[in-house]
C-alpha cells in the first residue's frame, strides 16, 4: 500500500514524498532510517483510485508505449533524473491502466530495484525487447539513448499497422457487407420467391429448381444454421490463434497461401532487422540478441532459423556471415549485407537500412495484394448474386412466354 507521510529533517526543513509499504510502522521504520521526523502519514488516495483500475482496464497500447519512451527519451536528455521524471509523468497521465504502472515504477525505484523489474511482471504488454532494451540500458548507463531507440522502433511499428489496417480496411469492409446482403437474399428474398413458384403450381426448370431448394432450407432452419455457423468460427478461431497446435497448423498455411505468405515473409524480415539493430545498439551480446529477436519475428521458419544461427553457428565459432549463409530461409540480400556489415563493424546500421527497406517493400506489396483481392471479392460476389438472379428470371421468361 502507498502512504503520502510529510517529515521534517534535522535542519528544520519539511519535506513530503510517498514510500510503498505494508503498514504505517514500515513507514515510520523508513522515516527513522533517513533521519526524518513523521509530521503526517496517511495512505494516498491516488493509489486507491488506480488500484481499481489495475484489475479491470488492462490496456496499454502500443500509442502508450511510444508517449512513455518518448518523453522519458526527452527529460533525461535535458537533464532530469529518472525518479523525477516518472513522478512528472504520474501528474500528467491520466490513463488509469498507465498511470497504476508509472506509480508502480516509481515505487520499485524507491526501494532501489531495477527499473526494468516492473515490466517483466507484465509480458502481456512489454515485449522480451522492450525489457531487455531497458535492462541493457540501465546497466550501461544509457538509458536516454535506449529510450530513445524504442520510441523510434514502436513508433515505425505503429506506422506499420496503420499502413497495414489502412489498406485493408476497404476489402474487409466489402467482404462484410457482401456476406450480410448474400445472408439477407438467400434466407429471406429468396424463400418468399421460391413460395410463390411453388404455390402457383409452375414447374421451374432444375436450376432455379436447386438454388429455391437452397433458400427454402436456408428460410427454414435460419437460426440453427447461425448458431452452427457462431459455434464453427467459434471454434475454429480458438483453436487456431489459442491453441499451441493450431498456431503452428495456422502459421504454416497463411505461410504458403499465394501473396498473402510472401507479406508476411517480409513483415518477420523487417521485425528481425529492426528488432536485431535496436537490441545491437542497446549494448546486448548478439548471441542474446539473436535468441530475443528470434522470439519476435512472429514467423515459426524464420525463428528457429535464427536460433540454429545462435546455437549451431555463431557460438561455435562461425562468422555472422557464414552462419546466415547456411540459412536458406533468408534470402540472398540479407545474407551478403550481413557478411559485408559483419566485415564493416557496423551491423546494426544496416539492418537498420534494411528494415527501412523492408518497410517500403511491406506497403507496396499489401498494395499489390488489396489491387488483386477486391476484383476477386467483387466477382465472386456478382457470380453469386447473377445466379440468384437467373434462376428467378429465367422462370418468369418461361412463365410469360406460355401466354
Do not use: C
Not at 544461427?309 to 550481413?338: C, D, H, Q, W, Y
Request: hydrophobic share 50%; no cysteine; charged share 20%.
Amino acid at each position: 500500500m502507498r502512504f503520502h507521510y510529510i517529515a521534517s529533517q534535522t535542519g528544520g526543513k519539511i519535506i513530503e514524498g510517498d514510500y510503498e509499504a505494508e503498514s504505517t510502522a514500515d513507514v515510520l521504520g523508513y522515516l527513522a532510517s533517513q533521519g526524518l521526523r513523521p509530521i503526517s502519514l496517511k495512505a494516498s488516495k491516488e493509489l486507491a483510485k488506480t488500484k481499481g483500475f489495475k484489475i479491470f482496464s488492462h490496456t496499454i497500447d502500443i500509442e502508450d508505449k511510444v508517449f512513455l519512451t518518448k518523453y522519458l527519451a526527452l527529460m533525461l536528455r535535458v537533464g532530469t533524473d529518472l525518479l523525477r521524471a516518472i513522478d512528472i509523468l504520474v501528474a500528467d497521465f491520466e490513463k488509469p491502466a498507465l498511470k497504476a504502472l508509472l506509480m508502480e515504477i516509481r515505487s520499485s525505484l524507491e526501494k532501489g530495484q531495477p527499473f526494468y523489474s516492473v515490466f517483466l511482471k507484465y509480458p502481456k504488454f512489454f515485449s522480451s525487447v522492450f525489457i531487455n532494451m531497458i535492462k541493457a540500458g540501465e546497466t550501461s548507463g544509457n538509458l536516454e539513448l535506449v529510450f530513445g531507440q524504442l520510441s523510434v522502433s514502436l513508433q515505425k511499428e505503429q506506422d506499420l499497422r496503420r499502413q497495414i489496417k489502412a489498406a485493408l480496411t476497404y476489402p474487409v469492409i466489402l467482404l462484410i457487407a457482401s456476406v450480410v446482403i448474400l445472408f439477407i437474399l438467400v434466407s429471406f428474398a429468396l424463400p418468399k420467391i421460391a413460395n410463390i413458384f411453388s404455390s402457383g403450381g409452375f414447374e421451374p426448370p432444375l436450376f432455379s429448381k436447386i438454388v429455391f431448394a437452397i433458400g427454402l432450407f436456408m428460410g427454414k432452419y435460419f437460426w440453427f444454421i447461425l448458431a452452427l455457423a457462431v459455434i464453427l468460427i467459434g471454434g475454429i478461431w480458438f483453436f487456431m490463434l489459442k491453441s499451441v497446435a493450431g498456431k503452428k497448423i495456422f502459421s504454416r498455411f497463411i505461410v504458403r497461401t499465394p501473396l498473402i505468405g510472401g507479406v508476411l515473409k517480409k513483415i518477420a524480415l523487417q521485425r528481425f532487422a529492426s528488432t536485431f539493430s535496436a537490441l545491437l545498439s542497446s549494448g546486448l551480446p548478439i548471441l542474446d540478441s539473436l535468441e530475443i529477436t528470434a522470439d519476435a519475428v512472429g514467423n515459426e521458419e524464420l525463428k528457429a532459423s535464427l536460433r540454429r544461427i545462435a546455437r549451431e553457428g555463431i557460438s561455435k565459432g562461425l562468422t555472422i556471415g557464414e552462419a546466415f549463409r547456411k540459412e536458406p530461409v533468408f534470402p540472398r540480400v540479407v545474407v551478403n549485407l550481413m557478411a559485408i556489415s559483419e566485415k564493416a563493424g557496423h551491423i546494426e546500421n544496416i539492418l537498420a537500412t534494411l528494415a527501412d527497406f523492408y518497410t517500403s517493400e511491406i506497403e507496396s506489396s499489401i498494395k499489390s495484394l488489396v489491387s488483386f483481392l477486391e476484383p476477386i471479392l467483387l466477382l465472386v460476389i456478382g457470380l453469386v448474386i447473377g445466379t440468384i438472379a437467373l434462376a428467378i428470371i429465367v422462370p418468369i421468361y418461361q412463365l410469360v412466354g406460355q401466354f
